[in-house]
């Protein structure tokens, strides 16, 4: 008798829709190649419903030569050779499907260029979609040799039905007012609406969807919408570029994000008793912005992105979940909110590019003024050098008992500094962070970890800094500190050794980071 055991791969009898389930998983040239483990997986890859051409998998990297202005593909055999290896291999895929009647739930079309001789395969391909019943198309062409003047066509006599179309999505297409009404009005049934950077589009009018709920434009000059199911509105132009907009009949908007507009604290107030259930509120870059008063039961979440004139905020919102500043402290700000289960939170963002140590009052004086935790990322660039020799020169921070404790300090170096002790002294006679990260260990992320590093391990546990002093400083404060690693993509933290984060660092790149723990 033989006394093996054969094992049995059960991957190989797995069914089909379960592998269809497992592919989205894998990069597409990796999908592939699992055709080629049985026939099982050959069966599912051949009748997987979402489908990803992209040309560059065909071809190779650019060469030099190909980014000379006057280079045409054509002029190399090689990529013109791979684009018809790609041309043929997306025809007899696109046939198969129409043939058999497979299902086609999505499908990606990613081409560098297009040529007269490519219209008519491309043309046939979206019908053999629309056949098979697609229910989500990503068509992408870079826009210096696309042939449009068929699609304009259609577009201008209004050829073009798209009774079942949910969602639209144009990016740095040409196109006029007329024909973006056209394909509007084919669209009864279209929920999200995105125009973004499309050259000669300068007004858009929406009415008469009754199931849109999202439009996000951008380089408009006027736009108008009225739309009972409207919920996010996001609205962006580029700087010193005229932009208005009128919303009707949306009384449903939860979502409003405006930037780069001229829009002052009157309109703003008009636009918070226009939209009763407004949950969030996004104002980035409006400079004309000074001081702004905020009053909502409904807002849940605030952000105000380097809004340069803003001075002063008062903010009266009982169920704000969070508050994000991106801008030096300069802004006076008082939050209403009362104590909860869940804590508001404030995220500050913010340079520490400044010319006198005021900036560290200036921010302890912001921390200190919210009623709520706080996280703070400030980026370490640029000193002057006249602020470089202060620093350089620091004989303590005034100490004082009440520094403010916040939730988290996360900070990015950008220059290459010999000051990091004191800094990083400035820092926490700011706020007591109760988490220390540094994300992305590159060279000069890498200084300010060791420089860290030494600071926390070397503390005494009774310092004689401040032995004269009725206040103390943070090392007197600071009662345990553990340290870990983490991956950027899952920020799932290890806990380390000092003596093993020493020895590791060299060798962490800018996927990872560092965190400290600190027990004040």
């Known amino acids: 008798m033989d006394g093996t055991i054969q094992g049995i791969d059960r991957t190989m009898q797995l069914p089909k829709e379960l592998i269809h389930h497992m592919l989205p998983f894998l990069l597409t040239m990796e999908a592939a190649r699992t055709s080629v483990l049985s026939k099982t997986w050959l069966r599912a890859w051949s009748t997987y419903p979402n489908l990803d051409f992209t040309e560059r998998n065909f071809t190779k990297e650019p060469s030099f030569k190909s980014m000379d202005p006057g280079f045409k593909e054509k002029d ?27 299902p086609i739930d999505k499908c990606r079309l990613d081409l560098t260029s297009i040529d007269p001789k490519w219209a008519y395969f491309v043309d046939n391909w979206i019908g053999i979609l629309v056949q098979n019943h697609v229910k989500e198309l990503e068509v992408s062409v870079s826009d210096f040799s696309f042939l449009g003047s068929t699609l304009k066509k259609h577009l201008c006599h209004g050829t073009i039905k798209l009774y079942s179309l949910k969602m ?18 084919s669209c009864p049934l279209i929920q999200e609406l995105r125009l973004h950077s499309c050259r000669g589009l300068k007004r858009l009018q929406v009415a008469n969807l009754h199931n849109l709920n999202l439009v996000s434009v951008s380089d408009l000059e006027e736009v108008e919408i009225s739309a ?40 703003v107030h008009e636009l918070l008793r226009k939209f009763p259930v407004l949950e969030k509120l996004n104002l980035s870059f409006c400079h004309w912005l000074e001081w702004i008063n905020i009053s909502s039961r409904s807002l849940k979440n605030i952000i105000i992105r380097r809004c340069m004139r803003l001075l002063e905020a008062k903010i009266d919102a009982p169920n704000l979940l969070s508050f994000k500043y991106d801008r030096m402290p300069s802004l006076s700000i008082t939050i209403t909110s009362p104590p909860r289960q869940w804590k508001p939170v404030a995220i500050f963002r913010g340079n520490l590019r400044v010319n006198h140590l005021k900036w560290f009052g200036r921010l302890r004086n912001f921390v200190s003024s919210l009623n709520c935790p706080v996280a703070l990322k400030v980026n370490l660039i640029g000193w002057p050098k006249k602020t470089m020799m202060e620093i350089n020169n620091y004989k303590g921070m005034p100490i004082c008992d009440q520094v403010p404790v916040i ?44 420089k860290l590093c030494e600071m926390l391990m070397e503390r005494e546990e009774d310092p004689c800094c401040c032995s004269s002093a009725n206040s103390k400083c943070w090392r007197h404060h600071l009662k345990d500190v553990e340290v870990g690693c983490f991956e950027l993509k899952n920020e799932v933290e290890r806990p380390l050794q000092w003596k093993t984060l020493l ?10 980071g560092i965190c400290f723990k600190l027990n004040w």
């Open 228 to 267: 009972p199911t409207l919920q996010s509105f996001m609205y962006a132009v580029a700087k010193d570029m005229p932009g208005t907009f009128k919303i009707d009949s949306s009384p449903h908007l939860k979502n409003l994000k405006l930037t780069n507009l001229g829009i002052t604290d009157d309109f």
């Open 76 to 102: 190399d055999p090689q990529i013109e050779e791979a684009r018809e290896r790609f041309l043929k291999y997306v025809d007899k895929t696109m046939i198969r499907y129409h043939n058999e009647g497979i």
């Open 168 to 185: 639209l999505s144009l990016r740095r297409v040409c196109i006029t007012e007329e024909e973006i009404q056209n394909i509007i009005s």
């Open 503 to 512: 020895n590791l660092l060299p060798s962490l790149g800018e996927h990872q």
């Open 407 to 450: 939730e988290h300090l996360e900070l990015r170096a950008f220059d290459d500094m010999r000051c990091y002790d004191s800094l990083l002294d400035c820092m926490f006679w700011t706020c007591h962070p109760t988490k220390l990260s540094i994300k992305s260990c590159n060279k000069l992320n890498k200084t300010l970890i060791e």
